[in-house]
């Protein structure tokens, strides 16, 4: 069995680049309609 | 090995809640995985009849049974459907049993949210096909839902819009589940260059996801600001532009198409050398040649509109950008061979397929090369030949090999073998109904038939009729592969602990059926050592 603290630190990184992984998307989101918003004023 | 079954057997580790609830509140891997994967038949079937209407409407000249609207919805219907209804979530159901198994995790890093991810599915195509019956019809522009033919939909505009954001988050959340997963629950001892390649092009394909999805999901915001906003990002008539959107969907549309295909090498990946009983050849070049297609895959996008009209230097470097996928390509298909090279093969429903896959996959690889030669393009663009190419990726390729990890992998699963000798009928129906099928649509689009039309010009008659007979013997064969399953684990023969005797990984250390809750004891390095790829 894992040791307690071991869990703890690996259930930190999952919710670390689960978070991290999720920003990245929502920027791909964003950059493209903004991306779009430029070309569109240009 | 004894030590990992006995440790997988006990009584308490295989409690599981009953009812409705079970499916409802799942966070096990293994049971939102069945709900993905009869999530997908369901959505195969649905397709499908979709298909059906299309062919039987084009069985011959004249307009026979439904109206041209009606149509132009059941060509878009039957995409959507089957992409993000079909495809996409028979791999995720595929990653969602396997991952946590082959990389010796307890489950998915986040099961919550796994949860979550499903049944977002049910309500987005619930949405999507009502559509059906709002004033004014499904959605009929394309699946590409290119402007301005799609700002012209009826109520079924904001229905698909929301349908498809519904996708794309569920899309999302998976992939992510996915990534960390493999980044952070590996068992001790398993390096990212150790785990099987199922592994490998479902991490590849995450991070696709998680790049393209949201790109997707702006552009369909676009749209839907464009049509009840007043924005014109896409609206000629405001300054914008309808070749932006174009530019923006096959930005994620390319890619997308890898999301489909590349978990597809991956079993593959692991039925044929199973089969041949040789280990797979090539191994770390099999990963580096996903990575390669994948990266490949987002600079490539403007291939599937070189008729918009674009700088010479632009159609140059998309023509040759996309030329160049044929080298990773080419490099697992070598591997796939010299792995099959001197091997003892036997010929097994999985393997069957996956052969089939092999054959009928570098068809659709060879005819899409065509279709990257600028000139050559403008000739087939939006002909039949491209419906034929991209059905000869998509279903002996992408389809045939979901079919051929649940064929592999049921045993498993259920601990019951199927039915071997329906198994291959299955298969031989399925492999003469697809070339009956696409094979002749080829002809049609060099003949010059456009696409997405319900009437054609009598010399298309022939070849029309042979297509649209290969449409029923595939579809009503696909009827055996629900039997086979539904017969093997209602009364199927118990299946012993690893039914292929060369099959290797993780999840063959695992006892048969695989226990509910499986590796809550990460594996030994030795174990892990004994079941994964070492150099």
């Known amino acids: 069995m894992e040791p307690k603290a071991d869990k703890l630190e690996q259930s930190r990184r999952v919710k670390r680049s689960a978070i991290v992984l999720g920003l990245v998307a929502f920027a791909f989101y964003l950059a493209f309609i903004l991306m779009s918003v430029l070309g569109f004023r240009q | 090995m004894a030590n990992t079954t006995t440790a997988h057997t006990h009584d308490d580790h295989d409690h599981k809640p009953h009812g409705l609830k079970r499916w409802l509140y799942a966070t096990n891997h293994k049971d939102i995985g069945t709900m993905y994967l009869v999530f997908a038949c369901v959505m195969f079937f649905l397709g499908g009849a979709m298909a059906l209407v299309i062919r039987a409407e084009l069985f011959q000249p004249g307009l026979q049974f439904v109206d041209p609207s009606f149509f132009n919805s059941m060509t878009t219907m039957h995409a959507l459907l089957m992409i993000f209804g079909a495809v996409m979530p028979a791999w995720t159901g595929l990653a969602n049993w396997m991952v946590p198994m082959q990389i010796g995790a307890p489950d998915m890093a986040l099961p919550r949210l796994n949860n979550f991810s499903f049944w977002l599915l049910p309500f987005a195509f619930t949405l999507l096909l009502l559509t059906l019956f709002v004033p004014g019809g499904a959605p009929a522009g394309g699946w590409t839902l290119y402007p301005p033919l799609s700002l012209q939909a009826g109520d079924s505009f904001p229905l698909t819009i929301f349908a498809i954001h519904l996708m794309g988050i569920s899309s999302i959340l998976g ?33 696709l996801l998680i790049a393209v999805m949201p790109v997707l999901a702006g552009a369909v915001t676009m749209l839907l600001t464009d049509h009840f906003f007043g924005t014109s990002f896409f609206t000629a008539a405001g300054g914008g532009d309808p070749v932006m959107f174009q530019h923006i969907f096959w930005f994620f549309g390319h890619p997308e198409v890898y999301i489909l295909i590349l978990p597809a090498f991956g079993v593959v990946s692991e039925i044929i050398p199973t089969f041949s009983r040789k280990p797979l050849f090539g191994y770390e070049s099999m990963v580096y040649a996903s990575a390669s297609i994948a990266f490949l895959s987002f600079i490539v996008w403007a291939h599937h509109m070189f008729t918009v009209g674009m700088p010479l230097a632009g159609q140059l470097f998309f023509m040759l950008s996309t030329m160049l996928i044929a080298v990773p390509t080419g490099v697992k298909v070598f591997n796939w061979c010299a792995t099959m090279w001197k091997g003892s093969i036997s010929f097994e429903t999985p393997m069957l397929f996956s052969l089939a896959f092999l054959f009928l996959f570098t068809i659709g690889g060879f005819s899409g090369l065509m279709l990257a030669i600028v000139p050559a393009d403008f000739q087939y663009h939006d002909s039949y030949f491209v419906v034929a190419h991209f059905h000869y990726v998509l279903v002996p390729g992408a389809v045939f090999a979901i079919m051929a990890g649940v064929y592999y992998w049921l045993p498993k699963w259920s601990g019951r073998m199927y039915n071997e000798k329906i198994g291959k009928l299955h298969f031989w129906l399925s492999t003469i109904g697809v070339n009956v099928l696409f094979f002749p649509q080829h002809f049609l689009g060099l003949a010059g038939m ?21 449409a029923f013997i595939f579809g009503f064969s696909q009827l055996l592969f629900v039997y086979v399953i539904w017969n093997a684990v209602r009364s199927g023969e118990k299946a012993p602990q690893r039914p292929w005797e060369s099959a290797q990984g993780l999840d063959w250390e695992l006892p048969t059926p695989a226990p509910y809750h499986s590796w809550e004891t990460p594996p030994s390095r030795d174990v892990v050592a004994q079941g994964t790829v070492q150099h």
């Open chain 2, 450 to 470: 456009p696409r997405r039309i319900p009437d054609y010009s009598t010399q298309f008659a022939d070849w029309n009729m042979v297509s649209s007979v290969g």
């Open chain 2, 175 to 207: 992939a992510i589940n996915v990534v960390v997963t493999i980044m952070n629950m590996r068992a001790p001892g398993m390096g990212l260059l150790n785990m099987p390649l199922f592994c490998w092009t479902w991490l590849i394909t995450a991070y």
